[in-house]
């Protein structure tokens, strides 16, 4: 932790859990560890980073101002998954937001997270530790195959507990808006500060042409695995059946094919590599995993995968933005 502290004052990179999934790690304050960060990541420069501290006191530091519900935001789901988007002041720079006025804050739970910020005293920039574009790491291994050699030091605390990312909540205008959902949902947050607003873009099953995410990273084609993604949406039964005659005539075409099924329905699928994301009865389980199973296809290098729906739920609306976006909203209904 220590050494950790020392490379992070230095300017270098860190990698390190936390709940959600691996952060990289650099000085928000110091713009020079900011284009480091980019840099390994290969991170488009306009996609901003999200600033993470152990203290409350920093929050005031960090903005020109703190509205009555990010405080009792921060008051309700701090330290914990849950990113908000203030003013910034003059001390964060442009480099650390991506050239915006506003900049992204949160309190990560994880204890080593926790207390890596405390301990270094310093206000940690840490998008995702992996190389842009890829599914997200959720163990340290994921992060060793994307950034071995570019960074400092990986610290590894094991498989995550969330496995998706954090919810971020725009408070900078008049009504709060989720630009990204994450495990915090919409009726925790309206449960807390009355009503939220979500970005229509995360919400669309399709691109919509015109319409931006209020998150810059959000435009971006993400968390994609190599191998073509479809969702099919419909009845266990349909969706096994069609699912089943896909993989079978693309089998027979030369090509590798993989099912992404819940723990509930592995038995139905006959061709390809089947993989258990997880039960229906713990949507937490699925959250965990899926990250990692994107990985697997592009490890046993498949051609054409093909994934059941996991809407509904409370982590419905995380896991299905994700799962839209890599599959580059690509979905089936029978
Ligand atoms: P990552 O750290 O890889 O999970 O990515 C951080 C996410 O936060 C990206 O989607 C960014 O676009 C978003 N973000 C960070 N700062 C801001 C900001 N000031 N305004 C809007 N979105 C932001
Ligand atoms: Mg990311």
């Excluded at 990312?165 to 990204?180: A, F, H, K, Q, Y």
């Excluded at 073509?228 to 089998?251: C, R, W």
Aim: glycine share 10%.
């Amino acid at each position: 932790m220590a050494e950790a502290g020392q490379i992070l004052k230095k300017g270098g990179l860190v990698a390190f859990p936390t709940e959600t999934v691996y952060g990289l790690g650099g000085d928000a304050l110091n713009p020079e560890a900011s284009a480091r960060i980019y840099a390994a990541k290969g991170r488009p420069s306009d996609n901003p980073l999200i600033v993470h501290i152990a203290d409350i006191k920093t929050l005031y530091k960090l903005t020109k101002s703190v509205p009555e519900k990010a405080l009792k935001l921060a008051d309700h789901f701090w330290p914990g998954p849950l990113t908000m988007i203030l003013p910034k002041a003059d001390i964060v720079p442009r480099q650390t937001t991506g050239g915006l006025d506003t900049v992204a804050i949160r309190m990560p739970s994880h204890p080593t997270a926790f207390e890596l910020i405390r301990s270094s005293g310093i206000c940690i920039a840490a998008p995702s530790a992996n190389t842009s574009g890829r599914p997200s790491p959720t163990s340290a291994d994921h992060v060793a195959e994307d950034l071995s050699g570019r960074i400092d030091m990986i610290i590894d605390g094991g498989r995550v507990e969330i496995g998706l990312e954090s919810t971020i909540v725009d408070l900078t205008g008049e009504m709060p808006m989720i630009l990204r959902p994450g495990y915090v949902n919409k009726a925790m947050l309206e449960a807390v500060i009355g009503e939220v607003g979500v970005d229509p873009v995360i919400l669309a099953d399709q691109e919509i042409k015109g319409l931006r995410p209020k998150a810059p990273g959000m435009k971006y084609k993400h968390y994609a695995p190599k191998g073509d993604l479809t969702i099919v949406e419909g009845t266990p039964d349909m969706v096994a059946e069609t699912i089943n005659h896909l993989t079978a005539s693309l089998e027979a075409e030369g090509y590798k094919t993989a099912v992404i099924s819940s723990a509930e329905h592995m038995s139905a699928y006959r061709t390809g590599m089947v993989v258990n994301v997880g039960s229906r009865e713990q949507e937490t389980q699925i959250a965990a995993n899926l990250y990692d199973v994107l990985r697997q296809m592009d490890e046993a290098q498949i051609d054409y995968i093909y994934s059941e729906s996991f809407a509904g739920g409370s982590l419905g609306s995380a896991i299905m933005n994700r799962l839209l976006k890599a599959a580059g909203h690509h979905v089936m209904r029978v």
